[in-house]
């Protein structure tokens, strides 16, 4: 989690964004351990006043191509309700 959190952070400093988002871990096919399976992300998110990381467990039965999309839809989910402060967005906010 610390990993994610310093990347967002990076991110945003770097960019000179509102937010930063990341996504760090093991997509597989290998490289994965006992305390790191294949599956495991964490994302990061850093805005103004916070930092925050989030534990995605994908599951090591899936594709590569399939991890990694979830873990980019999850993350971008996470920033768009970061953004909205959660609020439902019905597409015609303008």
Do not use: F
Request: hydrophobic share 40%; charged share 25%.
């Amino acid at each position: 989690p610390q990993v994610a959190e310093a990347m967002a952070l990076g991110v945003r400093r770097r960019l000179g964004a509102d937010l930063g988002l990341s996504a760090t871990g093991i997509a597989g096919p290998s490289g994965g351990s006992l305390e790191k399976p294949v599956g495991l992300v964490y994302l990061g998110l850093a805005t103004a006043d916070r930092v925050e990381s989030r534990r995605l467990d994908i599951g090591p039965e899936q594709p590569r191509h399939v991890i990694q999309t979830r873990a980019a839809k999850g993350a971008l989910n996470w920033a768009r309700l970061a953004l909205t402060k959660g609020r439902p967005s019905s597409g015609l906010d303008r």
